[in-house]
């Protein structure tokens, strides 16, 4: 009965190198959003994925961050070239669909990234 | 701009009384709600929910109220216990194909023993 999981939990990274983040999804869920808490902010909407497809990605940054979810294996947030900004914690979450408004979403416990 | 907002980031309560926690919003294309709580270093655990067709939920101890004329919703616990501290977070999504949440920026319960 394993809820949202995601790895790691925290990543230490310097200026200009890559962070992933992985988010396996709840069982028998198959969408997977991914959100950003900055520090002394609410949550921040980022990315909405299905397996394979990208159906909203209104809240990424336009450069440095991706997202995918592939048809195997967890969901990545990657992110290059990190900068101090970019520290915040990251959570992932999942439903089982995504269209039916009453659907309620499941967060898993973040990914806390510090650049440094 | 800030289409649901929290305006009290803190609250705090005395154990065995009503907390009411407060959230308002601007966009009236917002049709479900949901209260999530969050402690320190963890996830926002989902809390109660309220679709736009109903002006009350109730969960044991939690009842979420919406008013929609006003475009306000708040969250009562009671009676509130001291493993209710944590902060509360209002979000709403608009029906359609995403569920893209947006949420306000927390309130800190505090319920003192």
């Known amino acids: 009965n394993a809820g949202v999981m995601q790895n790691p939990r925290h990543l230490v990274r310097r200026r200009g190198q890559e962070a992933r983040l992985r988010c396996s999804p709840m069982k028998g869920h198959s969408h997977v959003y991914w959100y950003r808490q900055l520090p002394e902010e609410g949550l921040k909407f980022m990315v909405y994925l299905q397996k394979e497809n990208i159906i909203d990605e209104s809240g990424m940054p336009k450069e440095r961050f991706s997202a995918e979810f592939p048809k195997e294996g967890p969901s990545i947030l990657r992110i290059q070239q990190v900068v101090r900004g970019d520290s915040a914690a990251y959570f992932c979450a999942s439903s089982p669909t995504g269209r039916q408004s009453g659907n309620t979403i499941y967060f898993g416990e973040g990914s806390w990234l510090t650049v440094v | 701009d800030q289409q649901v907002k929290q305006n009290s980031p803190s609250l705090s309560v005395q154990e065995g009384r009503i907390s009411i926690l407060n959230c308002d919003y601007t966009?009236?294309?917002?049709?479900?709600f949901l209260w999530y709580k969050k402690y320190p270093a963890e996830g926002p655990t989902f809390l109660i929910s309220i679709s736009s067709i109903k002006d009350k939920n109730e969960d044991g101890r939690f009842t979420v109220f919406l008013n929609k004329s006003a475009k306000h919703l708040s969250l009562h616990i009671v009676p509130s216990q001291p493993g209710d501290s944590a902060v509360y977070f209002c979000?709403?999504?608009?029906?359609?194909?995403?569920?893209?949440?947006?949420f306000g920026s927390g309130t800190q319960l505090t319920v003192l023993p």
């Open positions: 979000a709403a999504s608009a029906g359609g194909s995403a569920r893209q949440l947006t």
């Open positions: 966009n009236s294309m917002f049709d479900y």
